[in-house]
């Protein structure tokens, strides 16, 4: 099939669940993705006040959807918002893309507006190609993602959990101390015996065990990528005892750290 | 110590006009409509009434925020509860007086219950590091946090917008403006991030216009790279020898467009002034 075959079109009735189904593919690997219901996309897109049915475009491939672009206003001036940009990656991504954004540039000066905004993911290299050949240009991002920590007990025991295939440790008990913790417990003690886990709060002192002393600053940026084992324990913010049991502690600490990206499609004023 | 005299308590349908009346005396300038609240609130398939709260004084409501919880994804394999879409205002007046940090704290006990481990909130860097120097709180490091910020310019508006300001400033200033009167040139522009457009000095007067040039423009420029006001001089220059700037016609109107360069260096400083 030639480049011809790609074509966008406005969206129509009965889109939604292809138009769902390429949001969960696309933006489906990131951290902090939100898995949609039909319910949530029919939201998000459909009733968005700034967006609204006409505010999506959809990129086909013959009679398949292999793409979408939903616009809006911004809440400020007369520009408009990519909220979000998806495509099948199985398919000509570049090209998909270039046509989405062309209609899009197309669609906002009808609407008359002046400029059009837009926030892709940065590890998408097509994207970003076709940005630089349409003329978008990059500006400073002045957005932060901030992670607050609700229950850190409860966020170490998942991410344990979720990656036992990676535990490597063998049988062994954990203490993890935490200094300056906005939450009653103060104590994390994992331990590991049969293959299974057990979790709670508490120190036990007849038991021999590995432990953690951090702060809770540093312990959430271990987590979630702002601080490297090496740099806390050099900076004395990290530490395991006994000193002989450093490889464990330090394996317990690398599994609980969180290193894939992270994106946020733009939902609304707020952001 | 300041006697405190709100409360802050679950919203209720009730409040409905109330807290709006209160978002857009916050925001004024942004577009935060009835129908966006309602979407973003009543209208979402996770809003739970019981975490909206709402600062009362005196029948008014002062401060507002919400939360929703979802089931977020920390990493690829990964799926926890978490709150995303959190919103917290407080009334101009009433600032400065603890009413967010109760709010947060209200919102966070109410999180933990219904089993929310991480709240994330996207943030605007200047409120990041407002915050952070109180070390409350940290981001996620650049390299993870991978979004970047394209835009594009349709039409000349913004161009326009501070053309308008110049003229204003060389109809009080008659000094630069017969400066500008021996000056008559048209320059053609192509910019990365903007439409082409002429750019046209005549009579003591500067205008542009989108659109090819009428007639022969006596420069011409294209920039493959991001040239704005604030383009360093150091970094233009580089461009220029890189081959991301080209100019047609420079040799020949030098003197012209270094004249106009040194006018456009004291409208700097009259808008300075201005804004002082």
């Known amino acids: 099939m030639s480049s011809s075959d790609y074509y966008v079109r406005a969206y129509v009735e009965g889109d939604e669940t292809s138009l769902l189904s390429l949001f969960d593919q696309y933006y489906g690997h990131y951290a902090s993705f939100v898995p949609r219901t039909l319910q949530d996309w029919i939201w998000f897109c459909k009733l968005h006040p700034f967006i609204g049915p006409e505010g999506i475009l959809v990129a086909c491939k013959g009679k398949e959807i292999v793409g979408y672009a939903a616009i809006g206003m911004m809440s400020q001036g007369n520009g408009y918002q990519i909220y979000e940009l998806c495509y099948n990656p199985s398919y000509d991504g570049k090209l998909i893309v270039s046509n989405l954004l062309k209609r899009v540039d197309q669609s906002v000066s009808e609407k008359g507006g002046s400029y059009v905004n837009f926030d892709p993911p940065s590890d998408d290299i097509s994207v970003k190609k076709v940005c630089d050949e349409l003329g978008f240009i990059q500006y400073p991002r002045e957005e932060v993602l901030v992670p607050v920590i609700l229950d850190i007990a409860k966020l170490v025991e998942h991410i344990i959990k979720g990656k036992s295939a990676e535990w490597k440790i063998g049988n062994e008990t954990f203490f993890i101390r935490i200094k300056d913790m906005p939450h009653p417990h103060n104590i994390i003690s994992i331990k590991r015996s049969d293959d299974k886990f057990s979790f709670s709060n508490r120190l036990v002192s007849d038991e021999s065990g590995v432990v953690v002393d951090t702060d809770f600053p540093t312990l959430s940026k271990l987590i979630f990528g702002g601080e490297s084992i090496l740099i806390a324990m050099l900076k004395s913010k990290l530490a395991v005892k006994p000193l002989w049991k450093i490889r464990k502690g330090v394996r317990l600490i690398s599994l609980l750290c969180l290193r894939d990206p992270w994106y946020i499609p733009r939902r609304g004023i707020s952001q | 110590m300041e006697k405190k005299n709100y409360k802050i308590r679950t919203y ?86 603890g009413i967010a940090t109760e709010i947060r704290s209200t919102i966070k006990k109410n999180l933990r219950e219904r089993g929310a481990i991480i709240l994330i909130a996207p943030t605007e860097a200047e409120i990041y590091n407002r915050a952070r120097s109180k070390r409350v709180t940290f981001a996620v490091p650049m390299h993870l946090y991978c979004k970047t910020a394209y835009t594009k310019n349709l039409d000349c508006t913004t161009l326009k917008k501070k053309l308008s300001i110049i003229n204003k400033i060389l109809n009080e200033h008659s000094e630069i403006r017969n400066e500008l009167m021996k000056l008559n040139f048209t320059i053609f522009l192509r910019l990365k991030g903007y439409p082409p457009f002429v750019l046209e000095a005549s009579q003591g007067e500067v205008s542009i216009r989108e659109g090819e040039p009428i007639n022969r423009p006596n420069m011409v420029v294209t920039a493959s790279k991001e040239l704005s006001s604030s383009t360093k001089t150091l970094s233009m220059i580089r461009m220029f020898f890189t081959g991301d700037v080209r100019v047609r016609g420079l040799l020949k109107n030098s003197i012209s467009l270094l004249k106009f360069y040194r006018i456009l260096k004291k409208f700097s400083s009259y808008t300075v002034q201005k804004e002082d």
């Open chain 2, 12 to 97: 209720t349908d009730d409040d409905w006009e109330k807290t709006l009346k209160m978002i857009l005396s916050h925001t004024p300038d942004l577009n935060f409509t009835m129908e966006y609240w309602d979407w973003r609130n009543r209208l979402s398939p996770h809003f739970d009434p019981s975490l909206v709260f709402v600062a009362e004084e005196n029948g008014n409501v002062i401060a507002c925020g919400h939360a929703q919880v979802w089931d977020l994804k920390i990493s690829r394999l990964l799926t926890i509860k978490g709150a995303l879409d959190t919103e917290l205002l407080v009334h101009r007046e009433y600032r400065r007086r």
